[in-house]
């Protein structure tokens, strides 16, 4: 039997103070939930909520949250002289309160409380890497935003930010919705909203939307900048980057990132609460972030959100052949052109079971160090990155015959192996970025030497930041969880469930 609200809220109580003990203060930044509508954030100095104008109020101790500002360690080297902040009260923490009330919204499927990770915490043992995402802090949040071409305005690097929930609506005003269109299937309006006021001049005749999977901003925006990035560097000089980038949804981990930016929800009303969740209606932990499952992604969207390729979709004519294609993407509900589909046609075993239908990476030209092949994730990314520009080159063949997408969707892989492998600024994170650059630069050529490039809007982004661990940071919670004698499911881990 599952415990009752009361019960639930028991074991809350007592799991956030045996969190909060101080022998777990270099692991746990932060003990998370919310009841009765009231957002709370506690750890070894103090408690905290959030009152209905999303001002904090101290409970206990000292506040926790060093700051809420969306903008902190800017500029980059800020970020750079205080990486991976060791105490929460150094640390800054974007839209706390909106974050949290939106992951912890869904009744089947938030979990009873959230710890987030110290950015220092290394927990290899328990599906932890070197790079590290996933936290409520404001590096690990911070996705790059850069929007160019046309029916963009061009100002270049601009000191603001915005919100990964932001993305979708911006992509589908660029194509051609109307923002009063701009809802889920119910009719509620979306939590993010189209970035109007970097959009200027005629609409574009097509969008490519561009997501380089865990590209941190802080590093991406300085080498395109200096000049390591240099067809990022031609996409900023015909538009606007955003200092600041845009903060992702809670926690900063990729499906639930890239469901907010496909639909412009935030998991409490898309569904998707991470990389694994529980699910009380079912019964069932849910894993759709496994090459066995990632094709199937979009099977846990709820019913009520409507994905980017179902706006624009719902906008044009069954008529129109090339609408909309997503490209090496999970969340792909609507799209006319799919990778995923692809996939679930000639396999049902995923991603994985197409090993041998991928490219060698050692022949890629794209590949800097060949000894980063070594990791299994990079050198998947590595082929199927190549395969990705492959599909879009494909679907942009000849503009003039054959009409490309009113919206193409890309997703990249090899930027999160590179920064998951050996973490921020490292040289494989690096690496991962200009291979990914050096793509992107393939496909604005081709795009100039059709002559289409200035009718193309573009926006890239990513689905979080990251930070690096440290070797001496390391342990588990499990044992306090275990000793408080309550069942439980710790999902992520950091996503706790009592399940009885």
């Known amino acids: 039997m599952a415990p009752s609200p009361e019960q639930r809220a028991a074991h809350r109580e007592r799991a956030v103070a045996a969190l909060c003990a101080p022998d777990l203060a270099a692991i746990v930044d932060l003990v998370v939930w919310v009841e009765d509508g009231t957002a709370y954030a506690a750890n070894h100095l103090g408690r905290v909520r959030w009152n209905g104008d999303d001002a904090r109020e101290l409970l206990a101790g000292v506040d926790p ?18 990486p991976s902040p060791r105490l929460s009260t150094g640390n800054a923490y974007p839209y706390a309160a909106a974050r949290l009330h939106s992951f912890f919204a869904d009744p089947e499927r938030s979990p009873d409380l959230a710890i987030v990770h110290t950015p220092r915490h290394r927990f290899l043992d328990e599906g932890g890497h070197i790079g590290e995402h996933g936290s409520l802090d404001v590096i690990q949040s911070r996705a790059p935003l850069v929007l160019s071409g046309a029916g963009v305005a061009r100002r270049g690097y601009v000191d603001d930010h915005a919100r990964l929930v932001d993305v979708g609506p911006t992509l589908a005003v660029l194509s051609g919705v109307p923002e009063d269109a701009l809802a889920d299937a119910d009719g509620t309006p979306l939590d993010g909203r189209p970035l109007t006021a970097y959009l200027d001049g005629p609409p574009p005749r097509h969008v490519v939307g561009i997501l380089w999977d865990g590209a941190p901003s802080g590093d991406l925006l300085h080498l395109a900048e200096t000049g390591e990035l240099p067809a990022l560097a031609r996409l900023v000089e015909r538009g606007t980057a955003l200092r600041g980038g845009a903060v992702a949804e809670f926690p900063s981990v990729t499906l639930t990132n890239h469901t907010a930016i496909l639909t412009g929800v935030g998991p409490g009303r898309h569904g998707v609460m991470g990389n694994v969740y529980y699910d009380r209606a079912t019964g069932e932990t849910v894993v759709p972030n496994d090459e066995t499952t990632w094709h199937r992604s979009a099977e846990w969207l709820k019913p009520s959100v ?26 792909d509900r609507g799209a006319d052109y799919s990778t995923m589909q692809v996939i679930r046609a000639t396999s049902t075993g995923g991603a994985g079971s197409l090993d041998d239908l991928l490219p060698d990476p050692t022949g890629s030209p794209y590949l800097g160090e060949p000894t980063f092949l070594d990791d299994r994730y990079f050198r998947w990314g590595v082929r199927v990155d190549d395969v990705g520009l492959d599909q879009v080159l494909q679907l942009w063949a000849d503009p003039s015959t054959s009409p490309p997408p ?36 393939r496909f604005l050529d081709h795009l100039d030497e059709q002559g289409v490039l200035d009718d193309v809007a573009f926006l890239l ?10 070797p001496d940071v390391t342990g588990s919670w499990r044992g306090v969880l275990e000793g408080l004698g309550v069942p439980f499911l710790d999902e992520g881990p950091g996503l706790v469930y009592f399940t009885d």
């Open 65 to 82: 949250i060093g700051s809420e500002d969306p903008m902190a360690f800017l500029p980059y080297e800020r970020e750079v002289a205080d």
């Open 306 to 331: 409507r994905t980017v390729f179902e706006m624009v979709g719902d906008l044009l004519p069954p008529s129109e052949s090339a609408r909309t294609a997503s490209v090496n993407e999970a969340i």
């Open 406 to 441: 009113r919206l193409t969707w890309w997703a990249h892989v090899v930027t999160d192996a590179g920064h998951h492998g050996a973490g921020p600024r490292s040289e494989m994170a690096r690496d991962a970025l200009r291979q990914s650059d050096a793509r992107l630069g």
């Open 461 to 470: 982004t990513a689905d979080h930041g990251f930070e690096g661990s440290h």
